[in-house]
């Protein structure tokens, strides 16, 4: 290393540096270590000072300018004295370097100079020596501090000492010490282990980067999740999908669940999702769950259930039809009853599947599952063994929205629902409708479906509210004999998303949550043939109560399910929700485990199990979530309990008012009678309307905590 460069790197002076992210800033020289042919330099950076230490190889890298300004060569061999000049005996001790040698060096030629150094300072401050002699000393010895020791062992034999006795003693320099030799720098092995994983972390971003770049080129990249759509397709590839088919066996079960995919709708294909969900068997069905670690690592977390039917969305409507609803429609000629649901999401095609295809308003009702049960039910009853019975189809065609029922056939008349003598359930003025072939049971169902309340969601434009029921009654002789109820559920949607909306959706989430919790739970009991149905629990499940008790009673379950990536998680609650009705385990081959209904304590101490609730579940069982569920229920009891006091009132007013102005227009009455029966009335109408202001004050009450309740739920999402 050539000593003039210390002179251009000294403590304090400013340089660039680079750091181990390639950023190049300025930075302030520490100090030098020549040995090690390294510096130290420190800067500020956050405000506090931080600091490292560089070779000298990558200063001159970075700063090639300090190579450039090195001064000419100032040293000169044989440096002649010059005369008449005064020289000032320095009375202090000339001090050695403190630097030490390089470790390289020659062990004889790092000794002879100390050596030289030393004699230098004895001759000139003990001995006593010649003064152009020790001036001549002086110069070579007083040279800066940035000098190399190179400098000192060329001065250092040139100067002739003279000992004690007066004679001198030339000191020749060793062989090959001359100023052109500079000391080889070696690496340690910790520099050298860490260049090596540089290297190799620098050769793996590489890979990386060609193979991301590679993937990229062979997938869309213009779809905002191209990576987890590699990911699945990679998945699917490992596969041996076996979907079913129209030639497989039918299975009967007195309990059915099976579930539908359908295909991407123009929304999704508009915005690129992608799909989700896999169909690789008839029974299996697997969701892919896009995931992401705190590091930002994407990833797919695979989630497998299993039902008594699975299908893709290459199935159509006649497929599900067979495999579902078909078994169940020689039941009712049996004397049973049967039920068939449509569960999911909402836009997830519970309607056309079950009401058939619709092209705007337009409705081919001859493609869904209403119109293939009904043709299914004209076929068997022109079989000879059931012609010669006289048999009867009517249908009724009703909807429940915000637990009120209204007959769709009778343009939209509202119904009561009330217990009979025998605790049969009635729905009292429900018109039943003749049908004498398929033809007219599609006049009916396009003619209900018209007159179906919907709404719009955050999924659906036309989002149907209400549970639709439409029923196939057989009767014989004008008696009962079976009975046949499709029902289009509304669509689910957990109670936090309906939060911002206004109370009227509020209150139609709420109900329709309610609705499908009480069926969950009457589905079970029939599965677990159970003594008790709770029925009671909605509008939904008291109308078809005699669908849930006896023996030779059957429901299937259909759970419509949206395979996009928006909706993945909505998809995991239809299919968690289809499984508690009819848990099939997915990792056997497998028969109906039995399905034991667990009670509050056993559910309460499913943490201790290792059982863990879901995001879904911790909002249902919120403090904020119970009050609001509790202010609807009381919404809905009061205004019930107004309305039914305003209709008493009204018979009761009606009836007296008729009674005292029939006695007016008597010729001769008595008018002692007339002002006291009608003092009473006025008083007994001031009592009832008094009643009828209480409950209208505890009605705007429930609806203030709703209110809050909705506010509270909205925070604490945000």
Same mark, same amino acid.
């Given at each position: 290393m050539d000593s003039r460069l210390y002179r251009q790197i000294c403590p304090g002076c400013v340089i660039n540096i680079q750091r181990s992210n390639g950023v190049i800033h300025k930075a302030t020289v520490k100090t030098v270590d020549v040995e090690r042919s390294s510096l130290?330099?420190?800067?500020?950076?956050?405000?506090?000072?931080?600091?490292?230490?560089?070779?000298?190889?990558?200063?001159?890298?970075?700063?090639?300018?300090?190579?450039?300004?090195?001064?000419?060569?100032?040293?000169?061999?044989?440096?002649?004295?010059?005369?008449?000049?005064?020289?000032?005996?320095?009375?202090?001790?000339?001090?050695?370097?403190?630097?030490?040698?390089?470790?390289?060096?020659?062990?004889?030629? &790092? #000794?002879?100079? %100390?050596?030289?150094? &030393?004699?230098?300072?004895?001759?000139?401050?003990?001995?006593?020596?010649?003064?152009?002699?020790?001036?001549q000393t002086r110069k070579n010895l007083s040279a800066p501090a940035g000098r190399t020791r190179t400098s000192r062992?060329?001065?250092?034999?040139?100067?002739?000492?003279?000992?004690?006795?007066?004679?001198?003693?030339?000191?020749?320099?060793?062989?090959?010490?001359?100023?052109?030799?500079?000391?080889?720098?070696?690496?340690?092995?910790?520099?050298?282990?860490?260049?090596?994983?540089?290297?190799?972390?620098?050769?793996?971003?590489?890979?990386?980067?060609?193979? #991301?770049?590679?993937?990229?080129?062979? +997938?869309?990249?213009?779809?905002?999740?191209?990576?987890?759509?590699?990911?699945?397709k990679e998945f699917r590839a490992t596969l041996d999908c076996q979907p079913i088919s129209i030639a497989d066996p039918i299975e009967e079960h007195r309990i059915c669940v099976c579930v539908r995919k359908r295909p991407l709708n123009k929304q999704e294909l508009l915005k690129k999702?992608?799909?989700?969900?896999?169909?690789?068997?008839?029974?299996?069905?697997? %969701?892919?769950?896009?995931?992401?670690?705190?590091?930002?690592?994407?990833?797919?977390?695979?989630?497998?259930? #299993?039902?008594?039917?699975?299908?893709?969305?290459?199935?159509?409507?006649?497929?599900?039809?067979?495999?579902?609803?078909?078994?169940?429609?020689?039941?009712?000629?049996?004397?049973?009853?049967?039920?068939?649901?449509?569960?999911?999401?909402?836009?997830?095609?519970?309607?056309?599947?079950?009401?058939?295809?619709? +092209?705007?308003?337009?409705q081919n009702a001859s493609k869904g599952i209403y119109a293939f049960a009904s043709q299914d039910v004209f076929l068997l009853l022109n079989q000879p063994r059931y012609r010669s019975q006289n048999l009867e189809v009517y249908v009724t065609f009703f909807e429940i929205y915000n637990g009120k029922v209204f007959d769709l056939l009778n343009k939209k008349a509202k119904l009561r629902v009330l217990e009979d003598g025998k605790q049969q359930v009635q729905v009292v003025g429900l018109q039943e409708r003749q049908v004498h072939c398929a033809e007219d049971v599609f006049r009916m169902i396009e003619m209900g479906s018209a007159c179906r309340t919907s709404g719009q969601t955050f999924a659906n434009a036309s989002s149907s509210r209400s549970h639709a029921c439409f029923q196939i009654i057989l009767r014989r002789r004008g008696k009962l004999l079976g009975k046949f109820s499709l029902v289009d559920l509304a669509g689910n949607e957990r109670g936090a998303d309906t939060c911002s909306a206004d109370r009227q959706t509020r209150m139609e989430g709420a109900e329709i949550n309610k609705s499908l919790l009480a069926l969950k739970e009457c589905i079970r009991a029939l599965g677990q043939n159970k003594s008790h149905t709770p029925f009671r629990e909605s509008k939904l499940t008291q109308v078809l109560r005699d669908s849930f008790i006896g023996t030779n009673s059957r429901t299937c379950m259909i759970a419509m399910i949206s395979p996009g990536m928006s909706s993945c998680e909505y998809t995991l609650n239809t299919l968690r929700y289809a499984d508690r009705v009819k848990e099939l385990s997915p990792y056997n081959g497998g028969g109906e485990t039995q399905n034991q209904m667990e009670t509050e304590?056993?559910?309460? +101490?499913?943490?201790? &199990?290792?059982?863990?609730?879901?995001?879904?579940?911790?909002?249902?069982?919120?403090?904020?979530?119970?009050?609001?569920?509790?202010?609807?229920?009381?919404?809905?009891?009061?205004?019930?309990?107004?309305?039914?006091?305003?209709?008493?009132?009204?018979? #009761?007013?009606?009836?007296?008012?008729?009674?005292?102005?029939?006695?007016?227009?008597?010729?001769?009455?008595?008018?002692?009678?007339?002002? +006291?029966?009608?003092?009473?009335?006025?008083?007994? &109408?001031?009592?009832?309307?008094?009643?009828?202001?209480?409950?209208?004050d505890a009605l705007g009450d429930a609806m203030q905590l709703e209110e809050q309740a909705s506010k509270q739920i909205s925070q604490q999402r945000r």
């Open positions: 130290s330099v420190e800067w500020f950076e956050g405000g506090s000072v931080k600091g490292k230490e560089i070779d000298i190889d990558d200063v001159i890298t970075i700063n090639p300018e300090l190579t450039e300004e090195l001064p000419a060569t100032d040293v000169k061999e044989n440096l002649p004295l010059q005369e008449n000049v005064p020289v000032q005996k320095q009375k202090r001790r000339t001090t050695l370097s403190k630097i030490p040698a390089p470790r390289e060096a020659v062990r004889g030629r &790092s #000794r002879m100079t %100390v050596i030289s150094e &030393s004699q230098c300072s004895l001759q000139e401050n003990v001995m006593g020596v010649d003064p152009c002699t020790s001036t062992l060329i001065c250092a034999p040139e100067a002739s000492l003279t000992n004690v006795n007066g004679s001198t003693e030339d000191h020749v320099p060793a062989a090959g010490m001359s100023s052109s030799v500079s000391p080889v720098r070696r690496r340690t092995n910790t520099v050298k282990e860490m260049e090596k994983k540089k290297n190799k972390r620098e050769e793996k971003r590489a890979q990386i980067g060609e193979i #991301r770049t590679k993937r990229a080129q062979e +997938s869309d990249s213009s779809c905002p999740n191209w990576e987890f759509a590699r990911m699945i999702e992608c799909d989700v969900i896999t169909v690789p068997s008839k029974c299996v069905l697997l %969701v892919h769950e896009p995931k992401q670690k705190v590091d930002l690592t994407k990833y797919l977390e695979t989630q497998a259930f #299993r039902f008594d039917f699975s299908f893709d969305e290459s199935s159509s409507n006649e497929m599900v039809y067979r495999f579902t609803a078909r078994p169940l429609v020689e039941t009712i000629f049996e004397g049973g009853k049967a039920t068939c649901f449509a569960y999911g999401q909402t836009g997830s095609g519970k309607t056309h599947t079950m009401g058939g295809d619709f +092209s705007g308003k337009a304590n056993e559910e309460t +101490s499913g943490e201790g &199990s290792g059982h863990s609730l879901s995001k879904d579940e911790e909002e249902e069982i919120s403090p904020h979530m119970f009050n609001l569920r509790e202010a609807m229920t009381q919404i809905t009891e009061r205004e019930e309990k107004v309305v039914e006091q305003l209709r008493e009132l009204r018979q #009761r007013m009606l009836t007296e008012l008729d009674y005292l102005l029939g006695i007016t227009e008597q010729p001769a009455y008595d008018l002692e009678t007339f002002v +006291s029966r009608a003092k009473h009335f006025a008083e007994e &109408s001031l009592r009832n309307f008094r009643s009828v202001r209480e409950t209208l």
